[in-house]
C-alpha cells in the first residue's frame, strides 16, 4: 500500500515538473526578445525626434543605423537560442522523468521504514510508550555516568548511582556487578554487598541464588545487624524448608529494628505469613510494638542533597524510582496511608488511571472511610475530556459517598452535574441547593453553584 501511495505521489510531482518543460504555450521572456524590444523601441523614439524637430535627418542617421546594426545581431541570436532550446529540452524532460523518481525512492529505500507497522492511536499502548521515554532518558543518563566514571573511576557515589539506574532498568545482573565494582573502592561498606545481592536476587525473580547468597553473606560478616542482609538470609532459610529458623529470624530483625523504619512493614507482613502457615499467634508480638499510621515516604537527605546537583531529566528519573519503591513496597504490605499517598503522587504525575486505582485499594482498607472513595471518584472526573459528563464509575463513588456523609460538598457538586447532564433537574437542583446551604458566604463555591441553580432552572424543561 505504501509503494502506491508513493508511486501516485511521484506521478502527480512528475507532472507538475515535466509539463512545462512540453508545453509549447509556457515559455518565459528571453534576453534576445527583451533586446528587440528596448531597440524597436529606441528606433522609434529616434523618429518621433525627428518629427519634433529635436534631431536633423543627418544626426539621426548614425544613431539609427547602429540601432539597426544592433537589432539584426539579437534577431540572429533569437533563431540560434530557439533551436538550441528545441534540441535541449527534450533532454532535460527525460532527464527530470528518470533522475526524479530514481532519487526518490534510493532515499526512502535507504531512510525511510517501508515493513514499519502502522500504529494507530486506539490501538496503541500510550502508558508503555511513556514507560519507553523514560527507558530512554535513563539510558542516557548510563551513558553519561559511564563515560564520567571513565574519567573518574574513584567515585564512589557515582558507581551507586549508575547500579541503582540500572536496577531501575531492569538490568539487574549489571546493576549487582556494578555494585561489587563500587565495593573495590569501600570494600567494608555492607550496603553495597546488599545492593548487589538484592540485584541477584531480583534477576533470579525472587529467588535467593547463589550469587546473592555470597553478596549477603558478605554483608552479614562486615556487620552482623545490618537489617537487609538479616532480612535476606532470613529468606534464604525459608526458601530452603528452614520455616521455623527464619520466623524466629525475622522476630529478632521486628525487635531489634525501629518501628520508623522503612522495611518494618514488610518484615512484618513476613512474620504473619509465616506464622500462619506454621499455625503460631504472633498477635501479642505485633502489638507490642505498633508501627506508626504513615510511612516515610519522603526521601531521604541524602536523595535530597542528590537531586539538588541534578539535571532536569536526572531528577525525574529520581522522582519516578520513589514512585516505583512505594508502589512496590504497597503492593508486598498494603497500607492505608501509603496508598493514600501513592494515589496522590500519581495524580501530581498526572498518571489518574493509576491514583484511582491506588485510592480503590485504600479504600478496600477502610470500608467505611468515605476519603478515598471521594479522592478516587475525583480521579476518574480526571479522565474524562474537559466538558464531558462525570464518568459512571465516578458517579457511583460519589453515591456511596453521599450515603456515608450527605454534607459532602465534592459529591454534591458532581452528582448535580450528572443529574443536570440526565435532565433529572429537580433532583439536581436537590444536591446544588444543599450545597449552597452549606456554602461559605461570600465564597467562590457559592457563587459557582448560584450560578449553575440559575442556568438550570432558566433552562427550558425538555
Known sequence: MIWLILTLISLVALAILAYPLFSSKLHGISRSEGGLSVYTHQLKELEADVVRGVLTEMDAEPVKLEI????????????????SSKRRLP????SVLIAVPLATFA????????????????????????????????????????????EDPRNLDGWILLARTLSRMGRYHDAATTYLQATTI????????????????????GVISEASLEAFSKAFEIDSQHPGARYYLALRDAQIGNEEKALESWIALYTDSDPNAAFMR??????????????????LLLASKPLPQSPQPGPSSEEIKAASNMSVADRQAMIQNMVTRLA???????????????????GTLRQFDKSAD?????????????????????????TAEEGAPPPDAAVALYQRVLKMNDKDPEALWY????????????????????????????????????????????????
Open 91 to 94: 533532454g532535460v524532460a527525460v
Open 186 to 205: 569501600a570494600g567494608e561498606d555492607a550496603d553495597l554487598y546488599v545492593g548487589a545481592g538484592e540485584n541477584f536476587y531480583f534477576q533470579a525473580e
Open 266 to 283: 514488610i518484615v512484618r507482613g513476613r512474620i504473619q505469613e509465616m506464622a500462619n502457615d506454621l499455625g503460631r499467634d504472633v498477635t
Open 328 to 346: 512496590t513496597r504497597m503492593e508486598e504490605t498494603p497500607e492505608f496511608d501509603g496508598l493514600m499517598r501513592l494515589g496522590q503522587v500519581y
Open 68 to 83: 539597426q546594426r544592433r537589432l539584426l545581431l539579437v534577431s540572429k541570436q533569437d533563431q540560434r537560442d530557439q533551436k
Open 358 to 382: 491506588a485510592y480503590g485499594l485504600a479504600a478496600n482498607l477502610q470500608q467505611d472511610n468515605p476519603a478515598p472513595l471521594s479522592l478516587q471518584a475525583f480521579a476518574f472526573i480526571q
Open 107 to 150: 532515499l526512502y529505500w535507504f531512510l525511510g521504514s517501508p515493513d514499519l507497522v502502522s500504529k494507530p492511536l486506539a490501538s496503541r499502548d500510550i502508558e508503555q510508550e511513556k514507560t519507553a521515554l523514560v527507558g530512554r532518558d535513563l539510558g542516557d543518563l548510563v551513558k553519561r555516568l559511564t563515560a564520567r566514571l571513565a
Open 415 to 462: 452528582l448535580g452535574i450528572s443529574e443536570a447532564r440526565a435532565n433529572n433537574r429537580q433532583t439536581a437542583l436537590k444536591h446544588w441547593n444543599k450545597l449552597l446551604s452549606l456554602a461559605p458566604e461570600d465564597s467562590q463555591l457559592r457563587e459557582n453553584v448560584s450560578r449553575a441553580i440559575n442556568a438550570l432552572s432558566q433552562s427550558p424543561q425538555n
